[in-house]
């Protein structure tokens, strides 16, 4: 089993950059592929990007294509989004996500861990 806390969200203009951090307790992180998922207000959570249990391989939703990058670091137990050129429908709850199966998916039913979000809000 393995615990996910997110932290880093915040406010931030249209244009800027946010980094969100999940750092997850045990010691068998490097064996989950990750993902990160959001909520905007009055809509379904939807799939942001996804990383390989190496970090080798990520993918990503097209609207983030380009201006997201999902990574991890197995020494620190922690996955991170950097999100540049950030828009106001950016706004969301930010949560992160481990699956235990293979392979990575974009799939909320898929994950079988969830952090509790950080939000952030991109203003215009």
């Known amino acids: 089993q393995v615990q996910l806390v997110e932290s880093g969200g915040g406010l931030v203009q249209a244009g800027g950059s946010l980094r969100v951090s999940c750092a997850a307790s045990g010691r068998t992180f490097s064996s989950y592929r990750m993902g990160w998922f959001r909520q905007a207000p009055g809509k379904e959570r939807e799939f942001v990007a996804a990383?390989?249990?190496?970090?080798?391989?990520?993918y990503y939703r097209d609207s983030v294509k380009g201006r997201f990058t999902i990574s991890r670091d197995n020494a620190k137990n922690t996955v991170y989004l950097q999100m540049n050129s950030l828009k106001p429908e950016d706004t969301a709850d930010y949560y992160c996500a481990a699956r235990t199966g293979t392979p990575f998916s974009i799939r909320e039913s898929d994950y079988d861990y969830w952090g509790q979000g950080t939000q952030v809000t991109v203003s215009s």
């Open positions: 990383i390989s249990r190496s970090g080798g391989s990520t």
